[in-house]
């Protein structure tokens, strides 16, 4: 404890120059991105892609398109076949596994570069809540592991897939300075429930926790829920004055007394999940995470700014409006809303990320971005073309606010049809109150009229987030990729379906 704290007192200056290059990025940010732009183009010059699209100096940024997965999914695959500078103008050092949330299994190729973007973020947010947030006093943390379930998988040259945790998105030293704050847990299980117990074991032990650091504030909330279900069985491998804090009604403020700090996604669909779980513990102070995607770091949560800012200096961020217009970071409007188009040194140029944002505000001049949700996002299963946006107004506009977890599942059937999902009881006409409001899309409302479509049903659960939860990490995803979703991409597996339609 007393090493720890000795440590937490040495972090602020070891994580300055980070904050520093961050503060001085601010100060000049089209300048920032105009180099930074140069530096990538010139990097691209040196790879078989940046050449196939005419890339042959600094100057030649702009003859890059603007490109999703699918177009680059080609050159990742032979980026993974060959050890030379494909897609990426440093050595791959590892491929990070990710859904996209609106497409299938995809590898993200990993660089020296990437990670210490990775850092930069990392260590400008460490470096803010220590100096400016709420007091710590040994820094004891817990980040969110991913669990592996399975065998290590590699690429045909060698190269690892997937990380053993997510402190390892860092650079070298910054992982290993991390480390010595961490409540340790293993990222290798057999299965979802050995995981579960393994990390509220974990937790449960940490009486000193300071700092939780998760990406869905569900995946918090069934940790949450596992030790309520199973108390006395965990209790049963915890020290007697830990395993006494089990017996009864819980109350999280004695298990975890100096929790201070919830970091985690607050905004978006996430918005009234980690409303929820900072009313479950009152005692921390909950901030939003910024954006950030397995594929690049977009912004970092900075406490002055009252908000997320850009990371300018390290990803190349451009906007793209309704009329798929691309405009330089500074150019955009406030209260507008864009897609997010980014360039990193991870070898992903002008790739459209798939996330929306808003500007809110300016600090300094530079924009404040808020995320609202997934560009693009639409479930077709007969030609109804439901997309993520409309579907959050219907279920808004029928659904009492007090219900934090409503998502809507796709069913393959027969008949193809929908389920809603949430995680508290539901007035029993709320099923068929959803659907009309679902008929004010024309596709919706034909494929019903038509009987192409079965009448959706509604499933309450307590469990339902953990059902979401198991229900993508079957599909490879790890759990820092698991967003909450007001539709959900991906039609229900047959396990899933089984949970929420138990008759058929």
Same mark, same amino acid.
């Given at each position: 404890?007393?090493?720890?704290?000795?440590? %937490?007192? &040495? %972090?602020?200056?070891?994580?300055?120059?980070?904050?520093?290059?961050?503060?001085?990025?601010?100060?000049?940010?089209?300048?920032?991105?105009?180099?930074?732009?140069? #530096?990538?183009?010139?990097? @691209?010059?040196?790879?078989?892609?940046?050449?196939?699209?005419?890339?042959?100096?600094?100057?030649?940024?702009?003859?890059?398109?603007?490109?999703?997965?699918?177009?680059?999914?080609?050159?990742?695959?032979?980026?993974?076949?060959?050890?030379?500078?494909?897609?990426?103008?440093?050595?791959?050092?590892?491929?990070?596994?990710? &859904?996209?949330?609106?497409?299938?299994?995809?590898?993200?190729?990993?660089?020296?570069?990437?990670?210490?973007?990775?850092?930069?973020?990392?260590?400008?947010?460490?470096?803010?809540?220590?100096?400016?947030?709420?007091?710590?006093?040994?820094?004891?943390?817990?980040?969110?592991?991913?669990?592996?379930?399975? @065998?290590?998988?590699?690429?045909?040259?060698?190269?690892?897939?997937?990380?053993?945790?997510?402190?390892?998105?860092?650079?070298?030293?910054?992982?290993?300075?991390?480390?010595?704050?961490?409540?340790?847990?293993?990222?290798?299980?057999?299965?979802?429930?050995?995981?579960?117990?393994?990390?509220?074991?974990?937790?449960?032990?940490? &009486?000193?926790?300071?700092?939780?650091?998760?990406?869905?504030?569900?995946? %918090?909330?069934?940790?949450?829920?596992?030790?309520?279900?199973? @108390?006395?069985?965990?209790?049963?491998?915890?020290?007697?004055?830990?395993?006494?804090?089990?017996?009864?009604?819980?109350?999280?403020?004695?298990?975890?007394?100096?929790?201070?700090?919830?970091?985690?996604?607050?905004?978006?669909?996430? @918005?009234?999940?980690?409303?929820?779980?900072?009313?479950?513990?009152?005692?921390?102070?909950?901030?939003?995470?910024?954006?950030?995607?397995?594929?690049?770091?977009?912004?970092?949560?900075?406490?002055?700014?009252?908000?997320?800012?850009?990371?300018?200096?390290?990803?190349?961020?451009?906007?793209?409006?309704?009329?798929?217009?691309?405009?330089?970071?500074?150019?955009?409007?406030?209260?507008?809303?864009?897609?997010?188009?980014?360039?990193?040194?991870?070898?992903?140029?002008?790739?459209?990320? #798939?996330?929306?944002?808003?500007?809110?505000?300016?600090?300094?001049?530079?924009?404040?971005?808020?995320?609202?949700?997934?560009?693009?996002?639409?479930?077709?299963?007969?030609?109804?073309?439901?997309?993520?946006?409309?579907?959050?107004?219907?279920?808004?506009?029928?659904?009492?606010?007090?219900?934090?977890?409503?998502?809507?599942?796709? %069913?393959?059937?027969?008949?193809?049809?929908?389920?809603?999902?949430?995680?508290?009881?539901?007035?029993?006409?709320?099923?068929?109150?959803?659907?009309?409001?679902?008929?004010?899309?024309?596709?919706? #409302?034909?494929?019903?009229?038509?009987?192409?479509?079965?009448?959706?049903?509604?499933?309450?659960?307590?469990?339902?987030?953990?059902?979401?939860?198991?229900?993508?990490?079957?599909?490879?995803?790890?759990? #820092?990729?698991?967003?909450?979703?007001?539709?959900?991409?991906?039609?229900?597996?047959?396990?899933?379906?089984?949970?929420?339609?138990? &008759?058929?």
């Amino acid at each position: 404890m007393i090493r720890r704290r000795v440590a %937490l007192r &040495s %972090l602020p200056p070891l994580l300055f120059p980070f904050a520093a290059a961050f503060a001085t990025a601010l100060r000049a940010p089209a300048l920032t991105q105009a180099r930074l732009r140069r #530096g990538l183009a010139a990097a @691209a010059a040196t790879t078989a892609y940046g050449r196939s699209h005419g890339v042959r100096g600094a100057g030649d940024f702009e003859r890059l398109p603007v490109v999703d997965w699918d177009d680059l999914a080609p050159w990742v695959a032979r980026q993974q076949a060959e050890e030379g500078r494909v897609l990426c103008p440093q050595p791959v050092r590892f491929y990070e596994r990710t &859904s996209g949330s609106s497409g299938a299994s995809k590898l993200v190729p990993y660089t020296a570069g990437l990670q210490q973007d990775f850092s930069a973020m990392f260590g400008a947010w460490a470096w803010d809540v220590l100096t400016r947030g709420p007091r710590l006093r040994s820094g004891r943390t817990y980040i969110s592991v991913s669990p592996r379930l399975g @065998a290590a998988q590699t690429t045909a040259t060698g190269r690892p897939i997937g990380l053993e945790d997510d402190a390892a998105y860092l650079d070298g030293w910054m992982q290993a300075l991390l480390r010595r704050f961490l409540v340790p847990v293993d990222s290798r299980f057999a299965d979802g429930e050995a995981f579960r117990d393994a990390t509220a074991l974990a937790l449960l032990r940490a &009486s000193d926790l300071e700092v939780v650091s998760v990406w869905n504030p569900t995946f %918090l909330e069934v940790l949450l829920d596992h030790v309520t279900l199973h @108390a006395d069985r965990l209790a049963r491998h915890l020290p007697t004055d830990r395993a006494r804090l089990l017996r009864g009604e819980l109350d999280w403020a004695r298990i975890w007394p100096r929790l201070t700090l919830l970091s985690c996604w607050d905004q978006g669909p996430a @918005a009234p999940m980690a409303a929820r779980l900072a009313r479950r513990l009152p005692h921390a102070t909950l901030q939003g995470k910024g954006l950030l995607a397995t594929e690049g770091a977009v912004t970092v949560p900075w406490l002055r700014a009252e908000g997320c800012l850009p990371l300018l200096h390290r990803t190349l961020i451009e906007l793209r409006d309704d009329r798929g217009d691309l405009l330089p970071l500074m150019a955009g409007r406030v209260s507008a809303t864009y897609e997010v188009v980014i360039s990193t040194r991870g070898g992903l140029l002008r790739y459209a990320l #798939g996330d929306r944002v808003q500007i809110t505000h300016r600090y300094r001049g530079v924009p404040v971005l808020r995320f609202v949700g997934r560009a693009g996002g639409v479930s077709d299963l007969v030609g109804e073309k439901l997309t993520e946006r409309f579907v959050a107004d219907a279920l808004a506009s029928v659904l009492p606010s007090s219900v934090a977890l409503r998502t809507l599942v796709p %069913l393959l059937g027969p008949p193809a049809r929908y389920a809603l999902l949430t995680d508290e009881p539901l007035p029993a006409d709320a099923a068929s109150r959803v659907d009309e409001a679902l008929r004010q899309a024309h596709h919706y #409302g034909l494929a019903r009229e038509l009987g192409q479509l079965g009448s959706l049903v509604a499933c309450s659960d307590p469990a339902a987030g953990r059902w979401l939860t198991e229900h993508e990490a079957r599909r490879g995803l790890r759990l #820092g990729d698991i967003k909450p979703r007001a539709l959900q991409l991906h039609p229900a597996d047959p396990e899933l379906t089984l949970q929420l339609c138990p &008759s058929r």
